[in-house]
């Protein structure tokens, strides 16, 4: 984990908010799934245009900010066809905890 890129992508109002709608996909973005086929499974994972529009923000700019949460170890992807679907790392999430803990 390179804590200072964790720090960076967290320093955002519209990325934290990301990462907390992550958290409860199913009460954040209810129509999830719509693109993927049965047997395509991307559990708690959100279309990057759900994303899009839930946070108001271009296309370009959201892609961006997914991008660098992705890099910071924030989030993980699957593409499915034309469609990306992000969500949390919960394992990074969980050694970000522990280094709050012990570290700072």
Request: net charge positive.
């Amino acid at each position: 984990m390179k804590t200072i890129d964790v720090f960076k992508a967290l320093s955002n109002e519209t990325r934290l908010n990301i990462l907390k709608w992550l958290k409860e996909p199913e009460k954040h973005f209810p129509k999830q799934g719509a693109h993927l086929p049965k047997e395509v499974s991307m559990e708690g994972g959100v279309c990057v245009g759900d994303i899009q529009e839930k946070a108001k923000i271009s296309q370009s700019t959201v892609s961006h900010y997914l991008n660098m949460m992705q890099k910071a170890g924030l989030l993980e992807s699957a593409r499915h066809g034309q469609w990306t679907y992000y969500r949390r790392n919960e394992q990074l999430l969980h050694q970000l905890a522990e280094y709050f803990k012990t570290e700072i």
